[in-house]
């Protein structure tokens, strides 16, 4: 007894100087977090190349490189490390080489990263490589002028340009410019290389649209057959760009394609919504590839369709599943698709029969992407993370067993982190609807203990809260300060069926107001933790509209963080890139449905504004202009709330410099405490 009684002595002992070395998460922590990339497999299955990238605070800006790990988790090395970063490591087929990204460039390298070889020398440069399966052509898109056929043009072209002392755009059409690029005049074109030749075809010559599309395709959309012979692309043809989200999927084949001539090209997507990722199976039969039904619908269901290469028939296999496909992949035999989706706070791993469209969840409380599949489809190769873990490359074989951690580029940093994993909870929602929400506990929690609450409030309006290390918007930084974090996924949230996602639109701050306020009353009610004279909110996006909403319309908080986000529906309308989404969210042009634009818009509801505000918003962001905030600011400020505008002129929809996100943090962190009531 004696001896388990000492036993347990140390065991505390040891827990408890454990606990007293360990601290909370801080942001220079979160910005020393080496970020797992691209994660690539060899042809043959014993090798994996990923990218990792890290930021340097006092330089301001991030570096990436690529480093390899053998496929059973041993041997961990660098495979490009200098001073330029390297990326989108592609391993060459029937080759022992590497391909890689340098400089706007192709080059390549042997697997110890030695003898490197530039492979393309445009002056437009070369991106996004794809290999044929006997390694002799590639794939790659590049930036030119539709009318030019050489390389000389472009570069004439960019020097009159540049010489031009009438510094002026001219504008002839939508989208002139998206999310945070001026568009300009050039397109993205897809191009095939003759490897030994050094001869390359511009596939889209004097294409007016850009390969990949500019918007809502996916990392996957443009391939080679298995046999090279043909070739399956991603591309947005219609007319008015700024309102269509009519993707679709067309095929080349090779065999037609000459030098300086325009190689034809057939369609065989349905038409309407939005086609892209088509990928060949591995028997050269079919060509997969994911397609939403409803045309202008930018978060419709992604049904998985097959298309017979033979027949030239078109199935989908998912029609009995409420489910939206994310990234899918091949079994070696053709006979099954991997892929992830959104279930929940997860992005888990399922795998479907193309035959008789059986479906197989294979694990579920993970958060996954980038995936891989073995040459002999035993083992699943990709990206999962946790609110307590940033990426890593993981395995799992493909009957759902074994789930395993292959990098811990982090590991060092994390052990001396306290943080708290993710809980959820379930409350009503309007209309009796189930909503579940994501709790964290702040480090070293005591149950006996009150603490303020930070409540978060999504963007999208369609995405979710799930359980994943966010950079930007990180819950455990959130809970450092020694808050309890909620965070809910109420209409509009993916991974709780079409409909539920479906419920936002044309209803911005109806039911899902309802369902966000009642997760909030809920949380109050139940978790006794939780000080109820101290509570949060913060937004971004339309998280940053629901902050406005909340402005006009409750005063259940301390204080409030409105980050990006949309105050004016109708100006928006007018500054906003993507039309398709304000026209399918709100039911057509502000001319055409003003009345619910006016229902909907927190700028009409000012007078009621009383609670304490901080607005940030960046000067290149397209999505949500930045007159949404000078807008903002400018009703606070006159009808006297207690408000706060941050302006960052060089960032976008996201905060993504080093120095810039510690200032954001800290600023957030400083208005929470100056609204909090002490006892």
């Given at each position: 007894m004696k001896k388990i009684f000492t036993s347990i002595l140390l065991l505390t002992i040891t827990f408890s100087l454990t606990a007293q070395t360990k601290r909370a998460i801080t942001v220079d922590d979160l910005w020393a977090m080496k970020r797992v990339g691209a994660v690539e497999l060899s042809n043959d299955g014993k090798l994996i190349a990923f990218t990792v990238t890290e930021y340097s605070m006092e330089e301001n800006k991030g570096q990436t490189d690529i480093w390899l790990i053998n496929s059973d988790g041993t041997n961990i090395r660098v495979l490009k490390d200098s001073p330029q970063t390297e990326s989108q490591p592609k391993f060459i087929p029937n080759s022992s080489r590497i391909s890689y990204a340098k400089g706007g460039q192709i080059w390549t390298c042997d697997p110890d990263g030695a003898n490197d070889e530039q492979l393309t020398d445009l002056y437009s440069g070369a991106s996004g490589v794809r290999w044929s399966a006997d390694g002799k052509k590639i794939l790659f898109v590049s930036s030119i002028y539709p009318e030019c056929i050489t390389q000389e043009c472009v570069k004439n072209k960019d020097e009159a340009k540049a010489a031009n002392t009438v510094q002026v755009e001219v504008f002839t059409e939508l989208m002139y410019r998206h999310w945070n690029d001026w568009r300009g005049e050039k397109r993205s074109h897809l191009f095939l290389m003759d490897v030994a030749g050094k001869k390359y075809y511009d596939l889209t010559l004097m294409s007016a649209f850009d390969v990949p599309p500019i918007a809502l395709g996916s990392a996957n959309d443009y391939n080679f057959s298995p046999d090279g012979i043909e070739i399956a692309f991603t591309m947005n043809t219609s007319k008015m760009l700024a309102a269509s989200t009519n993707n679709d999927v067309f095929v080349i084949n090779t065999t037609d394609i000459k030098e300086n001539q325009i190689t034809p090209y057939k369609k065989i997507s349905p038409g309407g919504g939005n086609d892209n990722q088509p990928v060949y199976s591995p028997n050269g039969k079919f060509i997969a590839f994911t397609s939403m039904e409803r045309a202008g619908f930018e978060a419709d269901k992604q049904r998985l369709m097959i298309y017979n290469r033979n027949s030239k028939e078109i199935k989908s296999v998912s029609d009995n599943l409420d489910i939206s496909f994310g990234q899918i992949i091949w079994s070696p035999d053709s006979k099954f698709i991997y892929y992830n989706a959104a279930n929940e706070v997860y992005n888990p791993i399922y795998k479907i029969d193309i035959t008789n469209g059986k479906n197989l969840l294979l694990k579920k409380e993970i958060v996954s992407s980038d995936l891989n599949i073995s040459p002999n489809g035993k083992n699943l190769f990709f990206k999962n993370q946790r609110s307590t873990l940033p990426y890593e490359v993981f395995s799992i074989s493909t009957d759902g067993k074994?789930?395993?951690?292959?990098?811990?580029?982090?590991?060092?940093?994390?052990?001396?982190?306290?943080?708290?994993?993710?809980?959820?909870?379930?409350?009503?929602?309007?209309?009796?609807?189930?909503?579940?929400?994501?709790?964290?506990?702040?480090?070293?929690?005591?149950?006996?203990?009150?603490?303020?609450?930070?409540?978060?409030?999504?963007?999208?309006?369609?995405?979710?809260?799930?359980?994943?290390?966010?950079?930007?918007?990180?819950?455990?930084?959130?809970?450092?300060?020694?808050?309890?974090?909620?965070?809910?996924?109420?209409?509009?949230?993916?991974?709780?069926?079409?409909?539920?996602?479906?419920?936002?639109?044309?209803?911005?701050?109806?039911?899902?107001?309802?369902?966000?306020?009642?997760?909030?009353?809920?949380?109050?009610?139940?978790?006794?933790?939780?000080?109820?004279?101290?509570?949060?909110?913060?937004?971004?996006?339309y998280g940053g509209y629901m902050i406005n909403w909340i402005e006009g319309n409750t005063d259940r908080f301390n204080a409030l963080v409105c980050h990006d986000g949309v105050y004016n529906l109708e100006s928006m309308y007018g500054t906003t890139e993507e039309l398709w989404f304000p026209e399918w969210e709100n039911g057509g042009t502000p001319w055409e449905n003003n009345e619910l634009y006016e229902k909907w818009s927190p700028s009409n509801f000012v007078k009621n504004f009383r609670t304490p505000m901080l607005v940030i918003h960046g000067g290149k962001d397209f999505r949500v202009p930045e007159s949404q905030a000078f807008e903002l600011f400018t009703a606070l400020q006159r009808v006297g709330v207690e408000s706060k505008f941050i302006y960052f002129p060089e960032e976008t929809h996201f905060v993504l410099k080093p120095q810039n996100a510690k200032f954001w943090w800290n600023s957030v962190f400083e208005w929470y405490d100056k609204y909090y009531v002490s006892d």
């Open positions: 074994n789930l395993t951690q292959l990098t811990r580029s982090n590991q060092k940093l994390l052990s001396g982190l306290e943080m708290n994993g993710i809980e959820t909870f379930w409350s009503d929602g309007a209309e009796g609807a189930k909503v579940q929400s994501i709790l964290v506990k702040p480090p070293f929690f005591d149950e006996n203990k009150k603490y303020p609450l930070t409540f978060l409030i999504h963007g999208g309006p369609q995405g979710n809260w799930n359980d994943d290390f966010h950079y930007r918007w990180n819950l455990q930084m959130f809970a450092s300060k020694g808050h309890v974090v909620i965070a809910v996924n109420p209409r509009g949230s993916t991974g709780y069926g079409q409909k539920f996602t479906d419920e936002i639109s044309r209803d911005w701050g109806g039911k899902v107001y309802v369902d966000l306020m009642n997760a909030y009353d809920y949380a109050i009610e139940n978790f006794k933790f939780i000080d109820s004279k101290n509570t949060f909110a913060a937004g971004a996006s």
